[in-house]
Nanobody, 120 residues
Framework: VQLQASGGGLVQAGDSLRLSCATS????????LGWFRQAPGKEREFVAT?????YYADSVKGRFTFSRDRDKNTAYLQMNNLKPEDTAIYYC?????????????????WGQGTLVTVSS
């Protein structure tokens, strides 16, 4: 499974961005997809995933929305009301469902990141 994230950029606080994660590979649609982020000097942290319901980090709940279009083999992360603390490299990941979905170690495949910078 190959993953490619895109859509990052430089925005101001309060703006919106939509990240995309294009997947390829024969079994890509069989996997759960998720989003993580890593800010400079910090560990990679869980942002969002979906298995029926959406699961979100508390810090983004109510502002970010995960969606997936299996026909287009793409997942999205709609980010609204962005804050400077959302600045990070955002990664998409694929794996099998686990109750430990918030741990990066539970995810099997990773794409390259896309940088989101939010200015105040």
């Amino acid at each position: 499974v190959q993953l490619q994230a895109s859509g990052g950029g430089l925005v101001q606080a309060g703006d919106s961005l939509r990240l995309s994660c294009a997947t390829s590979g024969r079994s890509a649609n069989a996997y759960i997809l998720g989003w993580f982020r890593q800010a400079p000097g910090k560990e990679r942290e869980f942002v969002a995933t979906m298995r029926g319901d959406g699961y979100y980090a508390d810090s983004v709940k109510g502002r970010f929305t995960f969606s997936r279009d299996r026909d287009k083999n793409t997942a999205y992360l709609q980010m609204n009301n962005l804050k400077p603390e959302d600045t990070a490299i955002y990664y998409c990941a694929a794996g099998v469902w686990s109750l430990h979905y918030s741990s990066p170690r539970q995810w099997r495949y990773w794409g390259q990141g896309t940088l989101v910078t939010v200015s105040s």
